[in-house]
């Protein structure tokens, strides 16, 4: 079955960085677009970043913008999420997810994708 697995949260200060990834398993990963969201506690699941399957075209929330930057590599089925310049809002449980399979257009819907990873908790302190 597929299974995505998050790992590398944790706590660090306001202004540091942090990386996440997530392993994928049992899915032609290369033929599924690719993204990252997060929830912060009392809130709804948020877009952050996504890269898509053909090209490895990268695109993200306004509130990631040039600070974060997803990537993927294929051959390992893996995909990463680099955030630096953290903030305090940035606090959330990290979700690594993939859908939109062969998709041509930016998948910013967390109900277009089909799989999802169990979650890695990103704590900001100020």
């Known amino acids: 079955q597929v299974q995505l697995v998050e790992s590398g949260g944790g706590l660090v200060q306001a202004g540091g960085s942090l990386s996440v990834s997530c392993a994928a398993s049992g899915l032609t990963f290369s033929t599924y677009t690719m993204g990252w969201f997060r929830q912060a506690p009392g809130k709804e699941r948020e877009f952050v970043a996504g890269?898509?399957?053909?090209?490895?075209?990268?695109y993200y929330a306004d509130s990631a913008k040039g600070r974060f930057t997803i990537s993927r590599d294929n051959a390992k089925k893996m995909v990463y999420l680099q955030m630096n310049s953290l903030k305090p809002e940035d606090t959330a449980v990290y979700y690594c997810?993939?859908?939109?399979?062969?998709?041509?257009?930016?998948?910013?819907?967390?109900?277009?994708?089909?799989?999802w990873g169990q979650g890695t908790q990103v704590t900001v302190s100020s």
């Open positions: 890269v898509s399957w053909s090209d490895g075209k990268s």
């Open positions: 997810a993939a859908g939109a399979r062969y998709s041509n257009y930016e998948v910013r819907i967390s109900s277009e994708y089909n799989y």
